[in-house]
């Protein structure tokens, strides 16, 4: 059974910082291509950041050079370091987990963790 689960998401002032992890279970984690999306009220969800198998990384413009993705194979968990947190950041941020292989795409998604940027 595979299983992502998040955690580390919370109410935080503007300007302030929060890491988020997600611990995967049940899959070859070190494979897997790892992502970071979020979804605002009222908006569609969109992808945060990624990170390849071999270390590859994307960042959405918005928040290029205030969040850091990575990883801990041995740990089978992705992190997702943000800083210098805007109001606009507040949404529910998933874990996902993609692979794929010749029998075909894998894709999982974690249950969401609450990130709310407030004063």
């Known amino acids: 059974q595979v299983q992502l689960v998040e955690s580390g998401g919370g109410l935080v002032q503007p300007g302030g910082s929060l890491r988020l992890s997600c611990a995967a279970s049940?899959?070859?984690?070190?494979?897997?291509?790892m992502n970071w999306y979020r979804q605002a009220p009222g908006k569609q969800r969109e992808l945060v950041a990624a990170i390849t198998s071999n270390g590859g990384l994307n960042y959405a413009d918005s928040v290029k050079g205030r969040f850091t993705i990575s990883r801990d194979n041995a740990k089978n968990t992705v992190y997702l370091q943000m800083n210098s947190l805007k109001p606009e950041d507040t949404a529910d941020y998933y874990c996902n987990a993609q692979f794929s292989g010749t029998w075909g795409p894998r894709i999982y998604w974690g249950q969401g963790t609450q990130v709310t940027v407030s004063s």
């Open positions: 049940g899959i070859p984690f070190s494979i897997y291509t």
